[in-house]
């Protein structure tokens, strides 16, 4: 036991002076990571239900489809999660939550559910949970090439008034334990993700918001190209690890 | 009773004092790779040192240090473990690695504690504001020589 306690730590250790990027359930507490892999005792399940729920559901009234009337049953979402963030036609970058915002809008002829809305959190995480185990393989090429410029500018670029980046915590300090937590890659791979913290499921943006915080900077709104870009960056250093999508996280 | 919640009172009123000063960077004189003045002349007190060491809104050190007390839970490791930084690091040595670590090491990961120049995206609510005031700096400077074993 403590032998394997040694040997990891060790391993540790060894691959982030590799400079390889682990999985966030590498970083995981063996409980939690038991419960990330349950669904029935996984407390985000009770948002993919829901959001399975609003997949079948026409808006009221809008005489309009619901999700399931232009895309079938929402096992054909599968493997959509791990392409986003992506470039829209119009060349915005869109997330999974502004992808399903956009299909409210257009589509549906509904008032958006609004960023972090229980509704859409629900919606995202059961699109995201059908990509579960997938590989990421987000495009960087083309129009995403500028975004992603974009994504690893604002991840060098120390911040705030404790003047940190991303890249000093998530690269430079991985495994090493800031107060309670240990600091993973810093990777979106979870998310939406059932936090204990919030006792609910909140988006990538919510947790990077509360990183900027951490470091004291302006943060940034929900949607705003700033996050939209370090998520897509996000993904692209994630690229070929599984989607764990809905996660459990302290 | 009286007795029981006296001692976070006057904690929080030597915290309030303490963030009081804190609104601006007060002139100093770096020698090499110390600051052998206390700001402003004023003397420390190890024990507030500590306080703000502790803190998690104010020094909030302990995301990234350990210090010699049990009774801390959730120490940090990104950092050096303070204990025994009194022997290693003389008063001057602390009170620079503290205003501005990057005068040391351009590349410190640690914060400046009392700088407010050349920094990039402040939130609103500590814009312009050095994260320790003058008083805050030198309790610690204070605690932290007193760190000798």
Known sequence: MRAGAALLACCWAVTALAGDVRAPRAFLSPELRTLQDDPARHPGWLWVEQGEALWRAAPPDSGKQ??????????GMSGVAARYPAVAADGALLNLELRIERCRTEQQGASAYGYESEALLSLTAAIAARSRGQPVNVRVDGPAAA???????????????LNLSCQQCHEENVGKRLRGDVISHGLGTGYPAYRLEWNGVGSLHRRLRACSLGVRAVQAPFGSPDYLALELFLADKARGLAVEAPGIRR | MTVRWAAPVVAACLLALATAGASEVVPFQAAGDTIEQPLRGLSGDAVRGALVVKNRETGNCLICHAIPDRTERFQGE???PLAGVGLRLTEGQIRLRLVDPTQVNPRAIMPAYHRVSGLTNVDARYA????????????????????KE
Do not use: F
Request: negative net charge; charged residues 20%.
């Open chain 1, 66 to 75: 619901a999700c399931a009337g232009c895309h079938g049953d929402i096992t």
């Open chain 1, 147 to 161: 975004k992603l410029a974009d994504g690893r500018l604002l991840y060098s670029l120390r911040q705030g008034q």
């Open chain 2, 78 to 80: 990104i950092g050096p």
């Open chain 2, 128 to 147: 312009k504001m050095p994260v320790l005031g003058a008083q805050e700096i030198e309790d610690v400077v204070a605690y932290l020589a007193s760190l």
